[in-house]
């Protein structure tokens, strides 16, 4: 698997190994600090249950957000930014296109404005290779 510039200046940075990672507790903390402070503060409705009882309850979106929701935004920000959803969906460990699409969340306008730069997209019929399979 191909190292992205960004991994690769941070891995320059610590003589070619990773930092050591942080507990996952500690890693959640800091990630709600980095999201407050990047302003995502939109007010959200979630559902817990304790006991078997369903409680709705609101916060603010950064205090939801978690190692999670990280993982998740990897993921749906790969697919928006063209990654081949195969090579995905082995980084994610999924084996099937249905478990792994539970786990990108790309809202319809978006997907069609993502779709609509695509190669396949702009390609006018004149200008086509068409292939019979």
């Known amino acids: 698997m191909p190292i992205p510039p960004l ?3 941070i891995l320059n ?3 070619g190994k990773p930092p050591k990672p942080f507990a996952q507790q500690t890693m959640n903390r800091y990630l709600k600090d980095v999201c407050k402070a990047a302003g995502i503060s939109d007010d959200i409705q979630m559902t817990e249950y304790k006991g078997g ?4 309850i609101k ?6 957000v978690g190692t999670h929701t990280a993982r998740r935004s990897f993921f749906t920000n790969a697919v928006i930014s063209g990654v081949p959803v195969h090579l995905l969906m082995d ?4 084996k099937s296109e249905k478990e792994f699409w539970s786990y990108v969340c790309i809202e319809k306008e978006l997907a069609a404005k993502t ?3 695509l190669p396949f997209f702009k ?10 399979v």
């Open 53 to 56: 009882i369903r409680k709705d």
């Open 91 to 94: 980084m994610a460990g999924k």
């Open 115 to 117: 779709a609509k730069e």
């Open 13 to 15: 940075r610590y003589d």
């Open 59 to 64: 916060l603010k979106k950064y205090e939801a």
């Open 123 to 132: 390609t006018s019929f004149k200008d086509a290779v068409l292939k019979v």
């Open 7 to 9: 991994v690769q200046d």
